[in-house]
C-alpha cells in the first residue's frame, strides 16, 4: 500500500466513522417524540422486548422501526430522498407521484379492490326498509390519471368503481361521481397534496346527489365562501414531504339564508355523547387539518336542524364525506353520519336504521377495499 | 436484519467496530464469533439456534470423518450423512415441498434462514475435503463456526473453501486506513444496492404489473434489461458490503463479482459472475466427472450441466435450469468458434445479447411465460414501441446509463493505468469526499422505510 492510499484510507476512515458517530449520537440524545408533525402520524413506541418476539425476530424489526421513526434529521432526509429519487427514477418515490403540480398517488394498482366488500352493502340494504344509495369517489390518482398513462392506471379508479357497481344489488341506488368529477377535473376539484377532494369537488357532486334524494340543490352563488387556510398538506405530501408542491386551499361553504344546525350530537370511541359543531377551527393548528370538518373521528354524528320537514338521512361514510355532510343540512331535519371505520360496536349500538328513511352511502373507492372497517354495519350472526 | 438497514449501518456496526477494537488481541477471534452469533439472533432467536444447530452437526460430521480418516468406507458413513442432511436442509428451505419439516423443527412462520445457499455450500465442500484428507488447517468448533456464521459473509459470500477462510483469518492485519478502505468498500457496495438497484427495480416492477398482451418490444427490452442489471447490482452490492464490514475487522475476503455484465466475450462474463460459486461446482462436481471422461462432447455436456446446476441454485426451478444451460451452451459454442478474431466493442454487444436472453429465462416464473416473454422481445405484439415505452425510457435513461458504467471497469482501468501523479492525487483526494456523501446519500434513500431489503433472489 503506498503511502497516498494510507492516508486515504485513514481520512475516509475519520470521516465516515464520524458520520455514523454523529447520527448514532444524535439519534439517542434526541428528544423522544411520541408524534410526527409533518407526517401526521404516530411514531413507533419503544418496543418492549419479549421472549416470542426475539424468538421470531419480530421485535427486532420493532427495534427497527422505532430508530427509523426517531432517526436523527428524518425529516430533512426524508425530503432529501424525495428531490434525489425523482432525479433518478420516475418521478415516483415511496409510491407517490411528484408531477409538476401535484403529487398523485401512484400504487393504486395494489389497492384491494372494492369488490370484496360489495355483499356488505347488498347485506345491509336487504334488511332496510328505506331507499339506499351509493356514491363512490374516485381518489385524485382516479380523475388526474392521465399524468400517470404509462404506468396503466389512468383508468382504473373509474374501472374500479364500476365494476364495484356491478356487484351491488339493484336495491342500491348508484350515483357515477366518477364522470362528473372527471368532466371538471380542469377546476380546483381535487386537493394537491391529499387523495381527497375539495369542498368544491364535493359540491359538484353534491348536487347530483341531492337531485336524486329528491331535492332541488342550493346555487352555488347563496353560498358565501371562506378560505379558512391556505396551507393545508395532505396525506400524499405526507409520505414525501415534498415543498415543491403548493400547499393546499381549505374552504368553507356557509349558506347564510338557509337552515341552520340546532344540535350537533357525537358519539366519541368511548362512547360518551358530546355536543359539537359542524367545524372544528381548532384543527387548524393541528398537523391534520382536514378534521377541520366535522372534527375528531368519532362513530356517530346527530345533526338535527331548522328544517322542518321530518325528513331523516342516514349517512354510512369515511372521511370522504367530511366535507360533503355540510350541504346536506339545507335538506333533512335530521342527519345521522356514521363512520364505520371507527364504530368500536355493531351499527345497531348506535342507531336504529330504519329510523331513517333514506341511506346514503359515501366512500373513497381507495377505502372500500378495506373489508374490516366496513364489517361492523352489517350484523354478525 | 440487512446490511441496508438504518439499524445495521447506525447500530450494530459502529458497536461491534468498538467491541471489536476494544478487545484484546487474542480475543478477537471470540469476540468476533459473539458478535456473529448477535447478528444471527437479531435475524430471529431461532434463527441463531437453527443456524447453530447446523453448525455443531456438520462439525461433529467432519470430526468423525477425520477420527475415521484410515478407513475409507467407515469414514463415508458421516460423510454421507452430513451431505444428505446438507442437502435436506437446503431443499427444505429454497423449495415448496417440505412444509411438512417446518412444522416438525417447529419453524416459526415463513422463517427463512438467511444465506442458506451460502453456508450449505460451504459446509458440504468442508465435509468433501475433510474426506479426500484435503483440509489444509486444523478444524476448530470456532473457527468453523466462523465459517458458517460470519456476519459479513453470511448473506451474500464470498463462498470460500474453509483452509482459504481460514488462512484470511489468520493473516487479519488491522489499521485504520483498513478501516477506511473497508468503509470505501462497504459503502460503493450500498450505493449499488440503494441508489441503482432499488430504482432499477421499480422499472422492472412497473413492466412486470403492465398487461402482457399489450407491451411492446422495447418496454420488454427495458424490463429484462432492468431484471439483469437490478440482479447484478443487488448481489454485487451486497456482497460488496459484506466485503467492506471484513474488511474494517482485517479479513481481506476476495470479490464475488469482477465486473462481468459488458465483458468483451461469454466465457469472461462467466468466469467473472459470482465466480465463486462457479468455482465450487467445478471442483465438487463437474471436474471430478471431467476425470472420468476423454471425449470431447462428453466433457461439453457435464460442462453444460454444471451451469445448469448453478442455475438452479439461483432459482430452485425449471427456468434457472434452463438459464444454466442455455449459458453453458452458449460458452461451450462461442469456444467452438474461437478461432475467428472478432472486435472488441462486437464480442461486448453480443455478449451482452446472450446474457439478456439467458436472463429472459431467469426472471421468469415459467417456462411459457419466458418463451412468450421472448417473443414480444422481438416483437410479438406486433408494436415496437409506445407511448409506455417512451415514458419509461424518458424515466429511467439516466439511471440505466449510469448503471452501465458502472458496471464496466472502465473506472477502475483508468485509475490503474494513469502514471500522472496528479491525477492519483486528486482522486485521492476525491474518494473520501465521494464515500461520505455517498453514505448521507443512501442513508436518505433509505430514511423512509429504514431499510431496502429488496433482494430480487432469496438466496
Redesign the interface.
Known amino acids: 500500500?503506498s503511502k497516498?492510499?494510507?492516508?486515504?484510507?485513514?481520512?475516509?476512515?475519520?470521516?465516515?466513522?464520524s458520520?455514523?458517530?454523529f447520527?448514532?449520537f444524535m439519534?439517542i440524545l434526541g428528544k423522544n417524540e411520541s408524534f410526527s408533525y409533518a407526517e401526521n402520524r404516530r411514531l413507533a413506541d419503544v418496543p418492549e422486548l419479549s421472549?416470542s418476539g426475539?424468538?421470531?425476530?419480530s421485535d427486532?424489526e420493532k427495534?427497527?422501526?422505532y430508530?427509523?421513526d426517531h432517526?436523527a434529521g428524518?425529516k430533512t432526509?426524508?425530503s432529501?430522498?424525495t428531490r434525489?429519487?425523482a432525479?433518478?427514477?420516475?418521478?415516483?418515490v415511496?409510491g407517490i407521484y411528484i408531477g409538476k403540480d401535484r403529487l398523485l398517488d401512484a400504487e393504486v394498482?395494489l389497492r384491494t379492490p372494492a369488490t370484496v366488500s360489495s355483499d356488505i352493502f347488498n347485506r345491509f340494504a336487504e334488511k332496510y326498509d328505506g331507499t339506499v344509495y351509493f356514491a363512490a369517489i374516485p381518489s385524485s390518482s382516479g380523475v388526474y390519471g392521465d399524468l400517470l398513462?404509462?404506468?396503466?392506471i389512468s383508468r382504473s379508479d373509474g374501472q374500479q368503481i364500476s365494476a364495484f357497481y356491478d356487484f351491488l344489488s339493484s336495491k342500491i341506488r348508484k350515483i357515477d361521481a366518477y364522470n362528473i368529477l372527471k368532466m371538471l377535473n380542469e377546476n380546483y376539484i381535487y386537493y394537491r397534496t391529499d387523495t381527497k377532494w375539495t369542498t368544491y369537488g364535493a359540491y359538484c357532486v353534491y348536487k347530483t346527489v341531492i337531485q336524486k334524494l329528491g331535492f332541488l340543490p342550493a346555487l352555488y352563488d347563496k353560498y358565501s365562501i371562506s378560505h379558512i387556510t391556505d396551507n393545508f398538506r395532505g396525506n400524499l405530501y405526507r409520505?414525501v414531504l415534498s415543498a415543491q408542491i403548493t400547499p393546499d386551499i381549505i374552504d368553507i361553504y356557509n349558506y347564510t339564508d338557509g337552515a341552520a344546525v340546532i344540535s350537533c350530537e357525537k358519539t366519541t370511541k368511548s362512547g360518551n355523547t358530546i355536543e359539537t359543531e359542524l367545524y372544528d377551527f381548532d384543527k387548524l393548528d393541528s398537523s391534520d387539518m382536514y378534521s377541520v370538518f366535522l372534527g375528531d373521528p368519532a362513530p356517530l354524528i346527530k345533526i338535527k336542524t331548522s328544517v322542518k320537514n321530518d325528513k331523516k338521512l342516514l349517512v354510512i361514510k369515511d372521511s370522504y364525506a367530511n366535507c360533503f355532510v355540510p350541504f346536506l343540512i339545507q335538506h333533512y331535519s335530521e342527519i345521522a353520519v356514521v363512520s364505520p371505520e371507527d364504530m368500536q360496536k355493531e351499527l345497531s349500538e348506535y342507531v336504529n336504521v330504519n329510523d331513517y328513511g333514506q341511506t346514503l352511502f359515501l366512500f373513497g373507492i381507495e377505502n372500500l377495499g378495506n373489508r374490516a372497517n366496513l364489517e361492523n354495519i352489517i350484523e354478525r350472526n | 436484519m440487512v446490511y441496508s438497514s438504518l439499524l445495521y449501518i447506525y447500530g450494530f456496526l459502529p458497536i461491534s467496530l468498538l467491541l471489536y477494537y476494544l478487545t484484546p488481541r487474542k480475543c478477537r477471534e471470540a469476540m468476533i464469533l459473539l458478535l456473529s452469533m448477535l447478528f444471527c439472533g437479531m435475524i430471529s432467536l431461532y434463527f441463531l439456534i437453527f443456524i447453530s444447530a447446523y453448525t455443531l452437526i456438520n462439525y461433529l460430521c467432519i470430526k468423525l470423518i477425520l477420527r475415521f480418516r484410515e478407513s475409507d468406507k467407515l469414514s463415508a458413513i458421516p460423510l454421507v450423512f452430513g451431505t444428505v442432511f446438507d442437502l435436506l436442509a437446503l431443499f427444505a428451505f429454497r423449495t415448496e415441498y417440505f412444509t411438512w419439516l417446518h412444522r416438525l423443527i417447529k419453524a416459526p412462520e415463513g422463517f427463512y434462514p438467511v444465506g442458506i445457499s451460502f453456508f450449505v455450500l460451504s459446509a458440504i465442500g468442508t465435509l468433501v475435503d475433510a474426506y479426500k484428507k484435503r483440509l489444509s488447517c486444523e478444524c476448530s468448533i470456532m473457527r468453523f463456526s466462523l465459517y458458517i456464521m460470519f456476519f459479513p459473509k453470511l448473506i451474500m459470500g464470498p463462498l470460500l473453501r474453509y483452509g482459504s477462510f481460514s488462512k484470511l483469518f489468520d493473516s487479519r492485519k488491522s489499521s485504520l486506513s483498513g478501516i477506511g478502505i473497508g468503509m470505501t468498500v462497504f459503502v460503493k457496495g450500498l450505493a449499488k444496492k440503494v441508489i441503482i438497484a432499488d430504482n432499477l427495480y421499480m422499472l422492472y416492477r412497473s413492466v412486470q404489473s403492465s398487461n402482457f398482451d399489450e407491451i411492446s418490444a422495447v418496454t420488454a427490452w427495458l424490463g429484462v434489461t432492468s431484471y439483469i442489471f437490478c440482479l447484478y447490482f443487488t448481489l454485487s452490492g451486497v456482497a460488496d458490503m459484506g466485503t467492506g464490514i471484513a474488511y474494517c475487522f482485517g479479513i481481506r475476503l476476495p470479490q464475488s463479482f469482477n465486473y462481468p455484465l459488458l465483458s468483451s466475450r461469454i466465457k469472461y462474463f462467466a468466469a467473472r459472475w459470482q465466480s465463486q460459486v462457479v468455482q465450487w461446482l467445478r471442483r465438487y462436481i463437474t471436474k471430478p466427472l471431467y476425470n472420468s471422461c476423454e471425449k470431447k462432447w462428453l466433457r461439453e455436456t457435464i460442462f453444460i450441466f454444471g451451469w445448469s446446476l448453478f442455475g438452479f441454485w439461483y432459482t430452485f426451478n425449471l427456468n434457472g435450469i434452463a438459464f444454466g444451460a442455455l449459458m453453458g451452451s452458449f460458452i461451450v459454442i462461442e469456444a467452438r468458434l474461437r478461432e475467428k478474431k472478432i472486435m472488441e466493442l462486437t464480442g461486448v454487444f453480443y455478449t451482452f445479447l446472450v446474457v439478456i436472453l439467458c436472463s429472459v429465462f431467469l426472471s421468469g416464473s415459467s417456462l411459457s411465460y419466458s418463451v412468450k416473454y421472448f417473443l414480444i422481445m422481438i416483437g410479438g405484439n406486433g408494436s415496437i414501441a409506445d407511448t409506455q415505452a417512451f415514458y419509461l425510457m424518458k424515466s429511467y435513461i439516466v439511471l440505466i446509463l449510469l448503471a452501465m458504467y458502472a458496471s464496466t471497469d472502465l473506472f477502475r482501468n483508468m485509475m490503474i493505468r494513469s502514471g500522472k501523479k496528479k491525477l492519483k492525487i486528486a482522486v485521492n483526494i476525491a474518494s473520501p469526499i465521494t464515500t461520505a456523501l455517498l453514505l448521507v446519500v443512501c442513508t436518505a434513500l433509505i430514511s423512509y422505510s429504514g431499510s431496502s431489503e429488496m433482494l430480487l433472489l432469496r438466496l
Not at chain 1, 4 to 14: N, S, Y
Not at chain 1, 87 to 92: A, D, G, K, T
Open positions: 500500500m497516498l492510499t494510507k492516508i486515504t484510507g485513514r481520512i475516509t476512515a475519520i470521516i465516515t466513522l458520520i455514523i458517530a447520527f448514532f439519534t421472549v426475539l424468538y421470531d425476530g427486532v427495534v427497527g422501526n430508530i427509523t432517526f428524518r432526509l426524508l432529501a430522498q434525489l429519487q432525479e433518478l427514477s420516475e418521478q415516483i415511496n394498482s398513462q404509462a404506468r396503466g409520505k
